[in-house]
């Protein structure tokens, strides 16, 4: 158990769709990041917040939005749903503190969202 | 970022050493390798890091060669449970954070 959750497990929806996917990061780290594992694509970095600001950006669709909350968890919203939307959501946190003896970044367990 | 070069797949015989290669010839003098691994469709876990030194914990050894070029990773006893998908990764400075490019990784089977 890394201590991140996400949720939810499983989501099914369909196309054109609205979806929400939470993040909650270990206790004490400041940044979150999320990431899409789709069979084609791999894993690829989306977006980055940090301490509720954003960090950095990757390939993240316009359709899709992040943000994160004052009590640092984390939510990504995909509107617009398509057929190729459906893959492995990740949600990943770390400490990102200067002089910190790990930054590595902890994985949750995933959100595999399906849109039919 | 760095790119790393990793063979698609390899096979281990349970208990035996798997050592698996890493290329990254174009790492930059304050990047470090990473080693993560995805077992099944988990989530990817974090084995091990290091810049220069040779890096052992509980999970794994790293070896950095000299020219810092290319490393391998050792699980000196594997087990079935260690078959998963392995990646070898360089990033910026530790205390620097930052995201994680993923390549294709290793996929590692464990047979009994």
């Known amino acids: 158990d890394s201590g991140v959750t996400q949720t939810p497990k499983h989501l099914i929806t369909a196309t054109g769709q609205r979806v929400t996917l939470r993040c909650s990061p270990r206790?004490?780290?400041?940044?979150v990041y999320w990431y899409q594992q789709s069979l084609d694509q791999g894993l690829q970095f989306l977006i980055q917040?940090?301490?509720?600001?954003?960090?950095a950006k990757g390939n993240i669709l316009e359709r899709f939005s992040a943000q994160q909350f004052p009590d640092l968890h984390s939510e990504l919203n995909l509107s617009s749903l398509e057929l190729g939307d459906s893959a492995l959501y990740f949600c990943?946190?770390?400490?990102?503190?200067?002089?910190?003896?790990?930054?590595?970044?902890?994985f949750g367990p995933g959100t595999r969202l399906t849109v039919l | 970022d760095a790119k790393t070069t990793q063979p698609p797949s390899m096979d281990c015989a349970e208990g035996r050493a798997a050592n698996l290669p890493c290329n990254h010839s174009?790492?930059?003098?304050?990047?470090?390798v990473y080693w993560y691994r995805q077992i099944h469709s988990q989530g990817p876990q974090y084995i091990i890091h290091g810049l220069k030194n040779n890096e052992t914990n509980e999970m794994a050894s790293l070896i950095i060669t000299e020219d810092r070029k290319s490393s391998t990773l050792i699980l000196p006893h594997a087990t079935l449970r260690d078959t998963a998908v392995y990646y070898c990764i360089v990033r910026g400075p530790y205390n620097q954070g930052g995201k994680l490019i993923f390549g294709q990784g290793t996929e590692l089977s464990v047979k009994p």
């Open positions: 206790s004490g780290d400041l940044s």
């Open positions: 917040y940090y301490n509720g600001e954003e960090r």
């Open positions: 990943a946190s770390s400490v990102e503190a200067s002089g910190a003896k790990h930054n590595e970044q902890f």
């Open positions: 174009t790492i930059s003098g304050n990047e470090y």
